[in-house]
């Protein structure tokens, strides 16, 4: 009877010390890392934007940047509407040529 409770109890051994640390080592590979690189890029991307760049908001609206205003962070976005003032933090991204649609010849 001892010897079915001991055997129970005891079942692991190192296997559970080793276990643990390598699933917070996954963890940190494939989630955190990752997610961190992502904020540093979309960091050194706002701090980049320059006027005359055309964005698009994390809302969506396509824009030209008209003004930038260090003080306190945001900038004016010339849209369709009108003049919109943002902050920096909610630009997503740049449309450059780069990424614009190439034009299809006839």
């Not at 509407?81 to 902050?87: D, H």
Request: one cysteine or more; proline letters at 3%.
């Amino acid at each position: 009877m001892y010897q079915t409770i001991f055997l129970q109890a005891g079942g692991g051994g190192i296997g559970n010390y080793v276990l643990i640390p390598l699933m917070f080592l996954v963890l940190y590979l494939f989630m955190i890392r990752p997610q961190m690189k992502k904020q540093k890029n979309e960091k050194k991307f706002q701090a980049s934007i320059k006027k005359g760049a055309k964005v698009v908001t994390t809302s969506g609206i396509h824009g030209k940047i008209v003004d930038l205003i260090d003080a306190d962070n945001t900038c004016v976005i010339e849209t369709g509407a009108g003049k919109i003032k943002f902050e920096r933090s909610a630009i997503s991204m740049e449309l450059s040529k780069k990424y614009a649609p190439k034009e299809v010849k006839k």
